[in-house]
């Protein structure tokens, strides 16, 4: 059963007359009739009556003008959000995202992109670099927010701000009132790090920095889970390494947030999508961020990183 012979059912049924149905639907009045006895070829039943003075719908017609226009309904809506997801009107966005974009970017965005296309739904994913940067290749997720700016040429991108590293200790360590960690400061001091895929761009700046102020880290052990890390750092006498948006929450965390300088590494916020597959989807969620920037990290701190309990 074609979907044109319920159109032109449902126009017969609505103007009870073969030439005005004909002419609303750009049709010979010869095709229309033809149509319309195939349709019923198709359902088995008569469904339109006509006489030289009238046309009318048989008890079998009306009953199936009802279900007929239920169904042109539904194809029409099928066929309307098809249109809306490739045009970006609609649709479900997978991003991950890191801290500082969960903090800094993507509520404003997100803001923007709800208010110009009420229809995207978003699904969030906090993850690191690494396990972001293999969703957006593999295509679990269509957008990632990442540190550093990637080197598979699978993946585009756009830097949006840059976030300073801090470095972690406890409130009970001995450099818990210090002011701020110059990097010299760490060499032979065991420090909680993770593996570098997991977010190499940060493992890089973090060892660069170290490199650039002539010392080697001692790396007492390696915690891919920033919670995890926070916990292990509060508990014992080794120093952690954060973003300084993650930070903030150190105090909460029984931690004390000190800014690392001489040098101060820092990273890079890009924001990244399949290179090939650039869909109007992440197009929407682009022009969003483009609407919401640009992004400056604040310190959450006051005039530092530490806070006074």
Not at 38 to 62: F, I, K, M, Y
Request: net charge neutral.
């Amino acid at each position: 059963m074609e979907f044109r012979y319920l159109r032109s059912f449902l126009a017969i049924a609505e103007e009870l007359h073969f030439g005005r149905a004909a002419q609303r639907l750009h049709l010979a009045q010869p095709s229309l009739s033809q149509q319309l006895q195939r349709l019923e070829r198709d359902v088995g039943v008569e469904l339109v009556r006509r006489s030289s003075h009238e046309v009318r719908l048989t008890p079998a017609g009306e009953a199936f003008r009802e279900e007929a226009r239920k169904l042109l309904d539904q194809v029409d809506r099928a066929v309307a959000a098809a249109h809306a997801v490739a045009m970006g009107r609609a649709g479900t966005l997978n991003i991950g995202f890191n801290f500082p974009a969960g903090q800094d970017v993507l509520p404003a965005a997100l803001a923007h992109l709800n208010a110009e296309h009420p229809r995207v739904q978003t699904q969030l994913w906090e993850r690191r670099t690494g396990p972001q940067i293999d969703g957006v290749v593999s295509g679990e997720l269509d957008v990632g927010f990442v540190y550093g700016r990637p080197v598979s040429p699978q993946v585009a991108s756009k830097e949006l701000m840059t976030v300073p590293i801090v470095a972690l200790v406890g409130e009970r360590h001995p450099w818990a009132n210090r002011d701020c960690m110059p990097m010299r400061l760490l060499e032979r001091q065991p420090c909680l790090l993770f593996r570098r895929e997991q977010s190499p761009a940060m493992h890089d700046a973090i060892m660069g920095a170290a490199e650039r102020a002539g010392i080697k880290l001692t790396i007492s052990g390696e915690v891919d889970d920033p919670v995890a890390t926070g916990v292990l750092v509060a508990a014992r006498q080794v120093v952690g390494f954060a973003s300084a948006s993650r930070a903030a929450r150190a105090p909460a965390q029984g931690l004390v947030a000190l800014p690392l300088t001489e040098p101060t590494p820092t990273l890079g916020l890009h924001v990244v999508w399949r290179a090939e597959e650039r869909t109007p989807l992440v197009d929407a969620l682009l022009a969003a961020l483009d609407q919401a920037g640009p992004f400056t990290y604040t310190s959450k701190f006051g005039g530092g990183f530490r806070q006074q309990r």
